[in-house]
């Protein structure tokens, strides 16, 4: 329970929960849109949060790629690359819990090439 609890509030290592998170991403968007986006990234949440809090040994969604996700969402520059973000992530969420997907394909370059977002500025 306290992994759930981590995921949405945050920890000591990582101090953005996904809650934190959810909000910076829809403020973005226009009023008209704040509820559909919203509903995704909650829903979206769910889904990782339901896989990230299991043991180490048998999750797919390790922290390295949470982490990844998370820096997408938050330096993603408008709606159209949050939306994108949210589409790509949960399109790469399902895809690594079917195992059509291999962890080692979800990377930086990956999602700056896709969302046009340049995640850590060439660091």
Same mark, same amino acid.
């Given at each position: 329970?306290?992994?759930?609890?981590?995921?949405?509030?945050?920890?000591?290592?990582?101090?953005?929960?996904?809650?934190?998170?959810?909000?910076?991403?829809?403020?973005?968007?226009?009023?008209?849109?704040?509820?559909?986006?919203?509903?995704?990234?909650?829903?979206?949440? /769910?889904?990782?949060? +339901?896989?990230? $809090?299991?043991?180490?040994? *048998?999750? @797919?969604? %390790?922290?390295?790629?949470?982490?990844?996700?998370?820096?997408?969402?938050?330096?993603?520059?408008?709606?159209?690359?949050?939306?994108?973000?949210?589409?790509?992530?949960?399109?790469?969420?399902?895809?690594?819990?079917?195992?059509?997907?291999?962890?080692? /394909?979800?990377?930086? +370059?990956?999602? $700056?090439?896709?969302?046009? *977002?340049? @995640?850590? %500025?060439?660091?």
């Amino acid at each position: 329970m306290s992994w759930v609890v981590n995921f949405y509030q945050g920890s000591l290592l990582y101090p953005t929960g996904w809650l934190e998170i959810e909000e910076r991403v829809v403020v973005g968007f226009a009023d008209e849109d704040k509820n559909a986006a919203r509903v995704k990234i909650q829903q979206l949440g /769910a889904l990782i949060a +339901a896989e990230w $809090a299991k043991h180490n040994d *048998i999750r @797919l969604i %390790d922290t390295r790629i949470l982490a990844l996700w998370g820096s997408v969402l938050q330096l993603a520059t408008d709606s159209t690359q949050r939306s994108a973000g949210i589409e790509l992530i949960g399109l790469d969420a399902n895809g690594l819990l079917s195992r059509s997907l291999a962890k080692s /394909a979800v990377t930086e +370059a990956r999602y $700056a090439s896709l969302l046009g *977002i340049d @995640l850590f %500025d060439g660091f």
